[in-house]
């Protein structure tokens, strides 16, 4: 059974930073690759970010390229960095893992098996 819990949402203003974390209890950790998405009320659930098992393959989605960092431990850890933040960044952030062993990490939503229950991130003008 593999879950994931993630934190550090909240309130922030235009302009301003967060660290969302997303803790998973797994016994191998680097075994899954694993992303970041998120979706905005009426909106579609869309990738943000994603890293390899071994943390050196990381993708962002265009939207955020430039602002955001994506990074892992290797016990147990995700993490999402996010800077300069906008009203178009207020979502729920969720991290997803997928075991499949790909190539490349997917960016697709409906490929990833486990997900944790997201964390609210607003951003206030």
């Known amino acids: 059974q593999v879950q994931l819990v993630e934190s550090g949402g909240g309130l922030v203003q235009a302009g301003g930073s967060l660290e969302l974390s997303c803790v998973a209890s797994?016994?191998?950790?680097?075994?899954?690759?694993m992303a970041w998405f998120r979706q905005a009320p009426g909106k579609e659930r869309e990738f943000v970010a994603n890293i390899g098992r071994t943390g050196g393959d990381t993708v962002f989605a265009d939207s955020v390229k430039g602002r955001i960092g994506i990074s892992r431990d290797y016990e147990k850890t995700l993490y999402l960095d996010l800077n300069s933040l906008n009203a178009e960044d207020t979502a729920t952030y969720y991290c997803?893992?997928?075991?499949?062993?790909?190539?490349?990490?997917?960016?697709?939503?409906?490929?990833?098996?486990?997900w944790g229950q997201g964390t609210q991130v607003t951003v206030s003008l």
């Open positions: 797994v016994r191998t950790f680097t075994i899954y690759d």
């Open positions: 997803a893992a997928d075991d499949r062993a790909l190539p490349t990490p997917s960016r697709e939503a409906a490929e990833h098996r486990y």
